[in-house]
Every structure is written in C-alpha cells, then in structure tokens.
C-alpha cells in the first residue's frame, strides 16, 4: 500500500534515555514533516526536510534531532527524554513545496511517546 | 504571523441531523484554507482544501465549506451526519507563497454523533 508509515506505534520510555521514530513514506513525494500533537491534540510542526534538506526548523529543544537519509525517509532521534515530550507525534509527506504550494500532508497514524 | 480559531472544542449531534463547525482564521496575507479529519488512532486525513474561486468547496464524505473573506471564516458543514462521522476536525491555514508547506493547526473541534 502507498503510505506514511511511522515506527513505532507506541513508545513507553524513562526520563532520561534517548529514543528514535523511524518515518517512511512511498508517495514520492520530496517533502517530509515532523508533527507533535500534545495531550489537548494541539498539532504544532516541528521540522520540514526538502529532498533531504532542512527547510522548517520550529522552536524545538536541541534533543530533538530529525536525520533524513533520502527523501523517503525522515527519522526523528530524541535525547534526553523529559516527561514534557510525552504526545503524539506525526509524520507527514507532501509534494515539493516550491511547486505545488497547496499539495495537502499525508500524514502517518502516529507514534504515541510516554515518558515516565 | 497566521492563527486559527475553532471555538467549539465537542460538538454532539444525533445522526441524520445537520452540523456546522466552525472556523476563524487570522492572518496578514492572503490564505488557503483546509480542514483535516482525525479518526481516533490514526493520523489526519485531508476533507477539502479551499485556494481560489468558487468560496464554496466540496470534499470527501459529503462534507463541504464556505470560505468568507468579510468574516474570515471557513466554517465545515454537512447536512446529514451519519455515526461515521465521529471524529476530530481540524481546521487549517496556510499563507499564499509562504516559505515551506508550513500548515497552522486549530486545536480541533471533536464531532460526536449519537443514535
């Protein structure tokens, strides 16, 4: 199936410990995204890559770190869990931005963060 | 800077009946306007996308919006509602031209529909 996929579905983690969300998408599509959704389901971008290049960089703490290894794929690495990174967070994909500025986002279903 | 404004957080409705959820949007240039659908555990699904020309736009599932420049508003309509339908809504702005594909979020209203 052509998708956003994201893994994994549900992450329980300690403060402290550092953990990666693994995004995927097969939509050829040159622009991914990073979504946190907070506990209220406030949806607030964090980062954008661009055929690999980083393109939004939202006020996000240092922890975050995305890495996009080809524009298929864009992977979110966290340090330093603190229990204010619990949410759900989103990957999302969408045609080059330069081009087609009102392509909509597919989003994947979401990988739920608990930090304790 | 752009914001949006869904004022009702829940929407209860009975099935079959019409529903409206709003949308208010500020915002110093001009927008497109969209509004997502988020069933639960599943991330968003796009209902319709307003650019240009007709203020009216219809999408998936029966769902349509007008977009009132005067009011700056994109309030979601649909005149039936069916058990389905229960999900979160989100409404959506986005600048004409803007840097990146940089989305800003309403916190979402959930539509709750009873038998």
């Known amino acids: 199936d052509t998708a956003v996929s994201q893994t994994p579905k549900y992450l329980v983690t300690q403060m402290g410990n550092d953990k990666s969300i693994k995004c995927e998408q097969n939509l050829g599509h040159d622009t991914m995204y990073w979504y946190k959704q907070d506990s209220k389901k406030f949806l607030k971008i964090m980062f954008s890559?661009?055929?690999?290049?980083?393109?939004i960089n939202e006020t996000v703490p240092n922890r975050f770190s995305p890495k996009s290894p080809d524009k298929a794929h864009l992977n979110l690495h966290i340090n330093s869990l603190e229990l204010g990174d619990s949410a759900v967070y989103f990957c999302?994909?969408?045609?080059?931005?330069?081009?087609?500025?009102?392509?909509?986002?597919?989003f994947g279903n979401g990988t739920r963060l608990t930090v304790t | 800077a752009q914001s949006v404004t869904q004022l009702d957080s829940q929407v209860p409705v009975f099935e079959e009946a019409p529903v409206e959820l709003r949308c208010n949007y500020s915002?110093?240039?001009?927008?497109?306007l969209f509004w997502y659908v988020q069933y639960p555990n599943q991330g968003l699904q796009l209902l319709l996308k307003?650019?240009?020309?007709?203020?009216l736009v219809k999408g998936i599932n029966g769902f349509e919006a007008e977009f009132n420049k005067s009011q700056t508003s994109f309030h979601l309509r649909k005149p039936s509602v069916h058990i389905s339908d229960t999900a979160e809504y989100f409404c959506?702005?986005?600048?004409?031209?803007?840097?990146?594909?940089?989305?800003?979020f309403g916190t979402g209203t959930q539509l709750k529909v009873e038998l």
């Open positions: 999302a994909s969408s045609q080059e931005p330069g081009t087609v500025y009102n392509s909509p986002l597919h």
């Open positions: 959506a702005v986005r600048d004409v031209g803007g840097g990146g594909n940089k989305l800003t």
């Open positions: 915002s110093s240039v001009s927008v497109y």
């Open positions: 307003y650019l240009s020309g007709s203020t």
């Open positions: 890559y661009n055929n690999k290049e980083l393109i």
